[in-house]
């Protein structure tokens, strides 16, 4: 090899180099929207999330144009000249990788920080490890399948070498445009499907346990031939036929498996909140039906009451006329709506619970209006507040008989947002349980389908937020909305 061939392979390092900083970009937003459609993470991606990647690119592209230019400069001198090692001092790519791994980290939390809007350390940590193993998960899967497609690649994983490394120029770039491929592919999915529909699908703790252990398992298997076979010829056709068919094919047919059974209970948990919306809708129809024939009744003897009073008052029978008259005014407040919040949707499922609330001996009170209504679709308005009342009935439930329940209702309405805030009463336990306890309420109970999940995805799709704080013995929850319309 001449110092020109060697200034040839270091430009080609260069370039797949610049590839991976591009397929490492897409993995990092890869793993911010599976954080926010799988994982149930507040935040929202914008044109500043993408900032930090593009500087990322950047700084790398910059960090490989001053090698390049570097060992060019050293080996010009040289260009027919055979080249060996340590004869012209290079740049040592090891310790720039390092500084590339630090940008990368740098890349990742400002992300995560512009992205999402709370709990931003512990986003930062998940992210971090989401994103070890999905690089490592995908670049396994890679590895098994070029072992199974180039033979000659086993010994270089027998001797702990990079695969991409070791099978020349054509087949490196193959291998890095290929994991380009997946990582654009992986987004691209996401990202249409999922995230720019507004959709999410919950994967619960269990789901996400089973899913790591498989990885981790997955990852180990990897590496049984060089642990459990000792001849170097089983251990290659170990790697070749039974590693690299079966490890791919496995590995990316369950997780397909695990996101097909996370849809149809997304479907099933959907059907749920719509039930209830129906449900809410059905009984202001049959409440609306009831006032009609009220109002009916009293038109048809508003007459003779009419009469009756004249009547008492000509009589001079003054005291009567005035029972007579208390009499009629509660008829008509009984007629009126008890529950009054501006919006008709919330007056629906403000009415359906009162009547659970009445049955369970729950006090209950409306403060406030929101005037003109939220601009909000029916059943997203279902899905947030039937909810959060279902789990204040929930909760207040739990509290022992004798003592006193009630839920309160606060509403507020300012030019910029609606901010609806629902207290209740609750047993007094240690704060971290309550809202433990509250959560489990909301996701595990097959009434309120989505819960406290539910309540998260559509206050997020509206560009809103929530905050819960636990008391001693009093629950609130705050929701807050912004006045403006969502995205379809």
């Given at each position: 090899?001449?110092?020109?061939?060697?200034f040839?392979?270091i430009?080609n390092?260069g370039?797949?180099?610049?590839?991976?900083?591009?397929?490492?970009?897409f993995?990092?937003?890869?793993?911010v929207?599976i954080?926010?459609?799988?994982?149930?993470?507040?935040?929202?991606i914008?044109?500043k999330?993408?900032i930090?990647?593009?500087?990322?690119?950047?700084a790398?592209?910059?960090?490989n144009?001053?090698m390049?230019?570097?060992?060019?400069?050293?080996?010009?001198?040289?260009?027919?000249?055979?080249f060996?090692?340590g004869?012209?001092?290079?740049?040592?790519r090891?310790?720039?990788?390092?500084?590339?791994?630090?940008?990368?980290?740098i890349?990742?939390?400002s992300v995560?920080?512009?992205?999402?809007?709370?709990n931003?350390?512990?986003?930062c940590?998940?992210?971090?490890?989401?994103?070890?193993?999905y690089?490592?998960y995908i670049?396994v899967?890679?590895?098994?399948s070029?072992?199974y497609?180039?033979?000659?690649?086993?010994?270089?994983?027998?001797?702990?070498?990079?695969?991409?490394?070791n099978?020349?120029?054509?087949f490196?770039g193959?291998?890095?445009?290929?994991?380009l491929?997946?990582?654009?592919?992986?987004?691209?999915?996401?990202y249409?499907?999922?995230?720019?529909k507004?959709r999410?699908?919950?994967?619960?703790?269990?789901?996400?346990?089973?899913?790591?252990?498989?990885?981790?398992?997955m990852?180990?298997?990897?590496y049984?031939?060089?642990?459990l076979?000792?001849?170097k010829?089983?251990?290659q056709?170990?790697?070749g036929y039974?590693?690299?068919?079966l490890?791919p094919?496995?590995?990316f047919?369950?997780?397909?498996?695990?996101?097909?059974?996370?849809?149809?209970?997304?479907?099933?948990?959907?059907?749920i909140?719509?039930?209830?919306?129906?449900?809410?809708e059905?009984?202001?129809?049959?409440q609306?039906?009831?006032?009609?024939?009220?109002?009916r009744?009293?038109r048809?003897?508003?007459?003779?009451?009419l009469?009756?009073?004249?009547?008492?008052?000509?009589?001079?029978?003054?005291?009567e006329?005035?029972?007579?008259l208390?009499?009629?005014?509660?008829n008509v407040?009984e007629?009126s709506?008890?529950?009054a919040?501006?919006?008709?949707?919330?007056?629906c499922i403000?009415?359906?619970?009162?009547?659970?609330?009445e049955?369970?001996?729950?006090d209950?009170?409306?403060?406030?209006?929101?005037?003109?209504?939220?601009?909000?679709?029916?059943?997203?308005?279902?899905s947030?507040?039937?909810?959060?009342?279902?789990?204040?009935?929930?909760?207040?439930?739990m509290?022992?008989?004798?003592?006193?329940?009630?839920i309160?209702?606060?509403?507020?309405?300012?030019?910029?947002?609606?901010?609806?805030?629902?207290?209740?009463?609750m047993q007094?336990?240690?704060?971290?349980?309550?809202?433990?306890?509250?959560?489990k309420?909301?996701?595990?109970s097959?009434?309120?389908?989505y819960g406290?999940?539910?309540m998260?995805?559509?206050?997020?799709?509206?560009?809103?937020?929530?905050?819960?704080?636990?008391?001693?013995?009093?629950?609130?929850?705050?929701?807050?909305?912004?006045?403006?319309?969502?995205?379809?």
């Amino acid at each position: 090899m001449t110092c020109m061939d060697k200034f040839h392979t270091i430009i080609n390092t260069g370039v797949l180099s610049f590839f991976s900083y591009i397929a490492e970009c897409f993995c990092i937003l890869t793993v911010v929207m599976i954080m926010l459609c799988f994982l149930g993470r507040e935040g929202n991606i914008t044109g500043k999330s993408v900032i930090p990647l593009v500087a990322f690119l950047g700084a790398g592209t910059c960090i490989n144009i001053f090698m390049i230019i570097h060992d060019y400069l050293a080996l010009k001198d040289h260009w027919n000249e055979p080249f060996f090692e340590g004869k012209i001092k290079l740049i040592d790519r090891s310790q720039f990788n390092i500084y590339v791994s630090i940008l990368v980290i740098i890349a990742i939390v400002s992300v995560i920080l512009i992205t999402f809007t709370d709990n931003k350390i512990m986003n930062c940590f998940i992210a971090g490890v989401m994103m070890i193993f999905y690089e490592f998960y995908i670049s396994v899967e890679m590895m098994c399948s070029t072992i199974y497609l180039f033979p000659k690649t086993r010994n270089y994983v027998l001797k702990g070498s990079f695969i991409y490394e070791n099978i020349g120029d054509t087949f490196s770039g193959i291998f890095i445009f290929v994991y380009l491929l997946i990582m654009l592919g992986s987004f691209l999915v996401i990202y249409l499907s999922l995230y720019k529909k507004g959709r999410t699908l919950y994967i619960r703790w269990r789901g996400r346990i089973l899913l790591m252990v498989w990885e981790v398992s997955m990852i180990c298997l990897t590496y049984a031939p060089l642990m459990l076979v000792k001849d170097k010829k089983s251990q290659q056709r170990c790697m070749g036929y039974e590693m690299g068919m079966l490890i791919p094919l496995m590995g990316f047919v369950v997780p397909g498996l695990l996101i097909l059974i996370v849809s149809a209970r997304n479907a099933m948990e959907k059907t749920i909140i719509q039930e209830e919306y129906i449900a809410a809708e059905l009984e202001f129809i049959n409440q609306y039906k009831k006032n009609q024939n009220e109002i009916r009744a009293f038109r048809h003897d508003i007459i003779n009451n009419l009469s009756m009073l004249n009547t008492l008052h000509n009589e001079k029978g003054y005291d009567e006329a005035e029972d007579y008259l208390k009499e009629l005014m509660d008829n008509v407040r009984e007629m009126s709506s008890k529950y009054a919040t501006g919006d008709e949707m919330l007056d629906c499922i403000v009415g359906m619970k009162s009547f659970k609330m009445e049955e369970e001996g729950i006090d209950f009170a409306v403060d406030g209006t929101l005037k003109g209504g939220l601009e909000m679709k029916p059943v997203d308005i279902c899905s947030i507040f039937a909810n959060a009342i279902d789990n204040a009935i929930d909760a207040c439930g739990m509290i022992p008989k004798g003592e006193k329940k009630w839920i309160k209702m606060f509403l507020n309405k300012t030019e910029d947002s609606y901010c609806v805030t629902i207290q209740n009463s609750m047993q007094n336990v240690e704060n971290g349980n309550m809202i433990r306890e509250k959560n489990k309420i909301g996701q595990d109970s097959n009434r309120h389908g989505y819960g406290i999940q539910s309540m998260i995805n559509t206050i997020s799709k509206y560009k809103g937020n929530k905050k819960i704080k636990p008391g001693d013995g009093i629950f609130t929850l705050t929701i807050n909305l912004p006045i403006e319309k969502a995205a379809d």
